[in-house]
């Protein structure tokens, strides 16, 4: 069924009248009596340490800033997220054999995997969880050192968590 340009230019002008007042609600996100959470020390099952710190500090910014959550202590929080970093490796994606010398790399891929929970304290109950939750980031070798790697996918991982965390429809 085709409308007549007038009646579609006047359900336009009804729109833009009314505000258009199109609201998406539902149970993305955190539940709502969840105003605060705690973020876990993290257990690093890794031979890389230093990513220990890394992954909380890019869990804390993701807690309160794109969760909306103020951080909380242990006790008193109303969700927790624990995180156990269980693998990371650092593998060429894309080289090129060269006699004499074995191989030259052009690009390396960083995967981070961890197992996650986000648990209401309130309820007693998992809000979310990954068995296998990993994070990948990439970095050319010749111009960029392997932390630049480690950073996209700490970014990628935690990215991962907010959005399994922010799917519960």
Wanted: aromatic share 6%; with cysteine; proline share 2%.
């Amino acid at each position: 069924m085709r409308f007549p340009i007038r009646h579609s230019l006047a359900l336009g002008v009804l729109c833009a009248i009314s505000g258009c007042n199109y609201t998406f609600s539902g149970g993305g996100g955190l539940p709502s009596h969840v105003k605060t959470i705690y973020v876990a020390p993290i257990d690093n099952q890794t031979t890389q340490f230093a990513l220990t710190e890394k992954v909380t500090a890019e869990l804390l910014d993701a807690a309160t800033g794109k969760l909306g959550a103020q951080l909380g202590a242990e006790e008193s929080a109303d969700a927790v997220i624990t995180t156990t970093l269980t693998r990371y490796d650092d593998t060429a994606v894309n080289f090129a054999s060269q006699e004499e010398v074995g191989a030259t790399v052009f690009q390396r891929r960083i995967r981070l995997s961890a197992r996650v929970e986000i648990i209401d304290n309130t309820r007693n109950e998992i809000i979310w969880s990954g068995a296998s939750v990993t994070g990948i980031g990439e970095y050319t070798p010749e111009t960029e050192l392997e932390t630049r790697g480690q950073e996209l996918a700490i970014v990628d991982l935690v990215q991962k968590i907010l959005d399994g965390a922010q799917s519960q429809w």
